[in-house]
């Protein structure tokens, strides 16, 4: 098991463009996360899934953001109409259901120019 | 809610000292605590975890942290800093049941190891 997985590990876009983020969670951990970073804070939820469904979306996800989880293995997480305060690091980790604790993966760093 | 408070955003120390990083939560049900190291550019790597069990935790790499219910507190130690210690460490609390739930985290503490 290499842990979990996330690419791009950097993405530069423009400004107005939609990105879209994967994250590979270790296998067989049913709960997903995503959090944001931005720089000098700590991560932020963003929203989870258990298994294919979406349990919890944070206030922060906007409508410009979406993420999936079909057949609850892979996620992604787009990002439209990308705007400079979108730029992050985008971190995600899983968990197995009864777990008490999560595994980070590396992170997805975005800069919109 | 639970919400944690990291008090010093950094912390120098030299080589060899004592360090103590400070975290402060509040939670209106027994909570988890975590802390996790986070190294330029990288993910987050947990250090040590305290899920109701022992008030005192043992981590990797020789760090500790005791979870005083009295003070809210759950302040991480390590006798004898390295230099390898350096790097950015963040205090989280989710809900205490359930398995692992969403955490929210501190703001971080960023620790400078002066040889």
């Known amino acids: 098991d290499t842990g979990v997985s996330q690419n791009p590990r950097h993405k530069i876009t423009k400004r107005g463009q939609n990105v879209t983020f994967r994250c590979d969670p270790i296998s067989e951990h049913n709960r997903l996360y995503w959090y944001r970073q931005t720089l000098g804070q700590g991560p932020e939820f963003l929203t989870y899934?258990?298994?294919?469904?979406?349990?919890?979306k944070s206030r922060l996800l906007s409508d410009r953001f979406s993420a999936e989880r079909p057949k609850g293995s892979f996620s992604t997480l787009e990002i439209q109409r990308t705007e400079q305060g979108d730029s992050a690091m985008y971190l995600c980790?899983?968990?197995?259901?009864?777990?008490?604790?999560?595994?980070f993966g590396q992170g997805t760093r975005l800069t919109v120019v | 809610a639970q919400s944690v408070t990291q008090l010093g955003s950094h912390v120098s120390v030299s080589e060899g000292a004592l360090v103590l990083l400070r975290c402060n939560y509040s939670s209106s049900v027994p909570p988890y605590l975590f802390w996790y190291v986070q190294y330029p550019n990288q993910g987050l790597q947990l250090l040590l975890k305290?899920?109701?069990?022992?008030?005192l935790v043992k981590g990797i790499n020789g760090f500790e942290a005791e979870f005083k219910k009295s003070e809210t507190s759950f302040h991480l130690t390590k006798p004898s800093a390295h230099m390898s210690d350096a790097a950015e460490y963040f205090c989280a609390v989710s809900l205490g049941s359930g398995g692992y739930q969403k955490v929210t985290f501190g703001t971080g503490t960023k620790l400078q190891v002066i040889p």
């Open positions: 305290y899920t109701s069990a022992a008030t």
């Open positions: 899934f258990q298994n294919e469904a979406q349990l919890e």
């Open positions: 980790a899983s968990s197995p259901r009864t777990g008490t604790e999560a595994f």
